[in-house]
């Protein structure tokens, strides 16, 4: 008799047949992660974003913008020069450099609601790195969750989940 090694067919049909299935019950997982994931990096990547703005107003004695616009193609950019808008490339930036962060590093992510004031943006002052006048919040969403950072007249800066807890962030 002669020993052979190796699968048969039906071996292999068998152990591809359970790897789809498992393929298949795990994605939706993997997608639900995916979109959490880039929730909390869009709104951690605004979080500094506005905190860089509060820094460059106290450091360079210069009044900070940070321009936001809401929707499916969001961005929130800072401007030492005023009022500026964030989709528009290279016109929103500080010291010469452009500061954006927007929907094409996070396309499962849209922003809900914003509540600054006019123009959708907010000023932090040369003096203290205040927002007074500006404060105001921004609702981030993945179609399931949301997380809002809020910015006060004082300047801070947090975040908090809407609804229940989410990722590490208290319920607002």
Same mark, same amino acid.
């Given at each position: 008799?002669?020993?052979?090694?190796?699968?048969?067919?039906?071996?292999?049909?068998?152990?591809?047949?359970?790897?789809?299935?498992?393929?298949?019950?795990?994605?939706? /997982? @993997?997608?639900?992660?995916?979109?959490?994931?880039?929730?909390? $990096?869009?709104?951690?990547?605004?979080?500094? #974003?506005?905190?860089?703005?509060?820094?460059? #107003?106290?450091?360079?004695?210069?009044?900070?913008?940070?321009?936001?616009?809401?929707?499916?193609?969001?961005?929130?950019?800072?401007?030492?020069?005023?009022?500026?808008?964030?989709?528009?490339?290279?016109?929103?930036?500080?010291? $010469?450099?452009?500061?954006?962060?927007?929907?094409?590093?996070?396309?499962?992510?849209?922003?809900?609601?914003?509540?600054?004031?006019?123009?959708?943006?907010?000023?932090?002052?040369?003096?203290?790195?205040?927002? @007074? $006048?500006?404060? $105001?919040?921004?609702?981030?969403?993945?179609?399931?969750?949301?997380?809002?950072?809020?910015?006060?007249?004082?300047?801070?800066?947090?975040?908090? /989940?809407v609804g229940s807890s989410?990722?590490?962030?208290? /319920?607002?």
């Open positions: 008799m002669q020993n052979l090694s190796g699968l048969t067919l039906l071996e292999l049909l068998i152990t591809l047949s359970i790897l789809v299935l498992l393929i298949s019950l795990g994605s939706p /997982a @993997i997608n639900s992660i995916q979109k959490h994931m880039q929730l909390k $990096g869009a709104v951690q990547s605004s979080y500094f #974003a506005f905190q860089q703005a509060r820094v460059s #107003a106290i450091t360079k004695n210069l009044d900070v913008t940070v321009a936001m616009r809401p929707g499916e193609n969001w961005c929130a950019a800072l401007s030492d020069s005023g009022v500026c808008d964030c989709t528009i490339p290279k016109e929103c930036s500080l010291d $010469g450099v452009e500061y954006k962060v927007d929907s094409v590093d996070y396309r499962f992510v849209s922003i809900d609601k914003v509540t600054f004031g006019e123009d959708n943006i907010a000023v932090f002052d040369a003096n203290r790195g205040m927002a @007074i $006048g500006h404060a $105001g919040t921004v609702v981030f969403t993945d179609g399931d969750r949301q997380l809002k950072l809020i910015l006060s007249n004082m300047g801070r800066v947090r975040i908090c /989940a989410l990722g590490g962030y208290e /319920a607002c």
